[in-house]
């Protein structure tokens, strides 16, 4: 008996079945092994339930998963997460997306519900300066990643949206700016506000410049 090997064997196992349970004991100076496996369930049905904005056609698509197929957590998860970078790349920047499995015991089938919380929409209908002069938000403005949605260009390019890694990038460029101005104290907050604008939000930018050093 190899331990090791026997730890292998059960790594396979655990990829070809739902759930593995191994056993051992010795009798007599031999080793018994017990080993109950159960099959993959097969999946009967998938319901999204939450989803407004998008639509239940685009998610199947994206989630890339067909009923009357073995059930497995790893893949499903996987597919999830495309799902979830979905919703971000369309700027629902709140998004939750979590599924509930239903087992049928005499089937072995899985009825799946996913449950999407969309939260606001994360399309950018203005961006606002605090603490900048004129030529300062002239400059900040051309210069940043972050853009006000437009609706004939924003899906054609990408931007328009929000997007917490650009808006970082952002921030330590606006600071960097203002250092080269003189502001080695500068501080740059960003913060995010509803929109008059249905399904809009402001990004509100504001800067603590302090003294100016020569």
């Known amino acids: 008996f190899s331990q090791d090997i026997f730890d292998d064997d059960l790594k396979t196992l655990a990829q070809e079945f739902d759930r593995i349970e191994p056993s051992l004991h010795v009798q007599n100076g031999e080793l018994y092994i017990k080993i109950l496996v159960w099959p993959k369930p097969t999946i009967r049905t998938i319901k999204w339930e939450g ?3 998008l639509k239940t056609r685009a998610l199947n698509k994206e989630l890339s998963i067909s009923t009357h197929k073995a059930f497995n957590r790893h893949s499903f998860n996987k597919a999830l997460n495309k799902v979830k970078e979905l919703y971000i790349k369309r700027g629902y920047f709140e998004s939750q997306i979590q599924y509930r499995l239903y087992t049928d015991p005499k089937t072995n089938e899985v009825d799946i519900v996913i449950d999407v919380r969309e ?11 605090e603490g900048f002069s004129k030529n300062e938000e002239s400059q900040l403005l051309s210069m940043i990643q972050t853009k006000k949605h437009n ?3 924003s ?3 990408g931007t328009g949206s929000y997007n917490e890694e ?3 990038q952002d921030r ?3 600071i960097n ?5 003189g502001y080695a104290d500068a501080k740059v907050s960003i913060h995010i506000e509803d929109s008059d604008e249905e399904d809009k ?9 302090g003294s100016v050093y020569h």
């Open 177 to 181: 700016l203002l250092q080269n101005e």
């Open 166 to 168: 650009a808006l970082e």
């Open 51 to 53: 989803n407004r904005h």
């Open 155 to 157: 899906w054609l390019i």
């Open 201 to 209: 939000i402001l990004v509100i930018i504001t800067a603590e410049k």
């Open 151 to 153: 609706l004939l260009l």
């Open 172 to 174: 330590m460029a606006i």
């Open 119 to 129: 939260g606001r929409s994360g399309k950018i209908d203005k961006i606002q300066l």
